[in-house]
């Protein structure tokens, strides 16, 4: 294609997908709504489109009428010292792939459509997100919850998708979704990784190739404690010893945490006799990277293997 | 009516107008709601009702095509030492009232239905809640603003219903609704006020006759800074002055504040050049009673009379 081919694509795009105003979007989702048989589906992100987020895409497509992608970088649920400025944009190249996915609107507002003046009201929610990657970044998940809630307002979902990836960002907002009855399903698909393991995340493209490769002992880790609580492994603090040993192991990751909690309600359990969700964060670089795996206990000793 | 007729009555209104869960809220506002032209209103309250609610269902049974009231003594809006335990409840004679009004069906859940086990977030509003009641009953509006974020999720409302009564909690909600997104439009209707003057409150029935007397001081020191403010008064310092004085000869009234502030971000203001609201608190006895009026300025130096 010649570069004023791709133009006139961006130009298309923009015009047919792309939606800057809360009040154009609840327009043409209302719109959609009152259709026979209508269902709508909110894939919430921060842009940067990678095969995680393609994977939610093509969940809401699979199974609703209606397909919404958001892709807004939040303000609010970064810290001062986070990367908010350097955090990857990329808004023509977004809507190329969500026109691919077959998506029917993107929702790319500017930050004075979303928190105007005066903007004086959080929804925080409390100890679930003290925990984990709440420690070391306070003020996220309200961050967070707040920029759900206010989409979850403006569209009006049926179902909302999120990955796995943040699992505690997955729990904040089902609790949020319980706590403030908001009518929407919340729809969690598994994290996509990349070959060697790293899972998907907008922030790989900060690392570089040692770093990227060394990032992966995340993942080998977390398959580590997976299989060990597989083979009847319940002791936390062994599999925990085990993880950090992997870990540092490679010397340009800087762990942060690693810890084994209730998926549900993020509490740190003392033995893997359910099903248990173990959690890591590291630094790789200036990149912070974090990454989850679901437990099963087994072996001999499980209760009901 | 014998009482056997009496207990018939009461039966009937709350097996026709009572729901006391989200889930059968939700179901049969979802039917009303696909009716065509179907409007749906919402009054929040906290039951006990008196002429102000009434004058709320009035203005919903007016403007939409089915009207719910909620009834719920939300705990969380009450501070420890406050009276959450002696606030005056009586759901029948509610029914009744509400029947008599034309509503649709009355909301009055348990505590458990509304706040289940793990209940952990809450909707936070910020400076607008800190000055005038927030100074003195920290954590309220947050219960407030919660408790309205919920319903307002259960129910959907087209229109909600609030009284100017409660100036700060008016501020606060249009605050949230703004902020958080919310598809409701915010109705305030005017104060209703007793023969003497004295503002209706479910609290008023707390009071003894001479503490109800000598309470009606407060709406004649609003009245008086309204009359000052329109025969062209703009010193606040002026008017506050006066205002306590007033309070002050009533030896029944232990005054809390007197503000003058503006009514959309309940920033005190120095001077009263355009609408200010005058906002009063006083404990008289074991009751705390709240009052305001909107001052328009006028007279000789009004800047557009």
Redesign the interface.
Known sequence: MSSNENAVTRLDLRSRLLVST?GEL?RRVDEARIRPGAVIGLVPTMGFFHEGHLSLMRAARAECSYVIVSAFVNPIQFGATEDFNTYPRDLDRDLAVAAGEGVDLMFAPPEHEVY?P???????????SEGLCGASRPGHFRGV??IV??LF??V?PDTAYFGQKDAQQVAVIR??A??????VAIRVCPTVREPGGLAMSSRNTYLSDEEREQAAVLFRALSAAKEAAASGETSVSRIRRKMKKMIGGEYLVDLEYVKIVNPV?LEPVEEVATEALVAVAARVGRTRLIDNMMLTPGGPDAADA
Do not use: C, E, S, W
């Open positions: 809360a609840r105007q005066g903007f004086d009201t959080m929804v925080v929610p409390g100890k679930i919850a707040t809630a206010k307002n403006i009006k609790r949020m319980t706590d403030l009855n908001f009518d309600d």
